[in-house]
């Protein structure tokens, strides 16, 4: 793994806190983020996650998924991870970039740049149903490949979730490429 990726990475959205800041995203058993159902002090889902991650930023085989598994997770517990429109733009921006502009390296470099300009934005009103895949879709496999296979699987279905946003997705996109930010303030 090249260590500037993984500094950049725990530096930015990429790196999600392990100590929840903010109240848990379950209430009545079940997360109210993905809907999985929470087994004990904490949701199944965060569990999961803190696995998922330790295992990403320590195998490079799999550390090559991080950052799209990171877009659907936090896509998929917005009211922790996506509270500011800035870091929403960074996640859905990330999987309109995957998927519809081929995991352009450039672009992306070019949006995470836009971003840390902290551009204005207003934060659009977020669909309340976030994808039928969830992180126990990808939780259970242990060869790179098929995980990769599924983490896209888990992304796709958060990304058509958010179809009402692509457009927007690809407006910060292409103002970030464009350069024509309007700075806040
Ligand atoms: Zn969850």
Known sequence: ?????????????YDLPMQARRPREFTTGR???????ADGPRPACEEMRDE??????EQP????????AVDAYCLQHPRRYC????????????LCIAFDMNNDAAILRG????????PALSKPILPGSRGDKTIADVYDLDEPSAYGRAVEGWARSVWAAYEDLHNLARDWV????SGRSSKAG
Do not use: T
């Open 1 to 13: 793994m090249e260590r500037g990726a993984l500094e950049a990475a725990k530096a930015s959205v």
């Open 31 to 37: 997360c109210d983020g993905c809907g999985l159902p």
């Open 52 to 57: 998922l991650l330790a295992r990403e930023f």
């Open 61 to 68: 085989a799999y550390w090559r998924y991080h950052r799209m």
């Open 83 to 94: 509270e500011s429109a800035k870091s929403l733009a960074a996640h859905l921006c990330g």
């Open 111 to 118: 949006i995470q740049q836009w971003l840390s300009g902290n």
């Open 174 to 177: 292409s103002q970030s490429r």
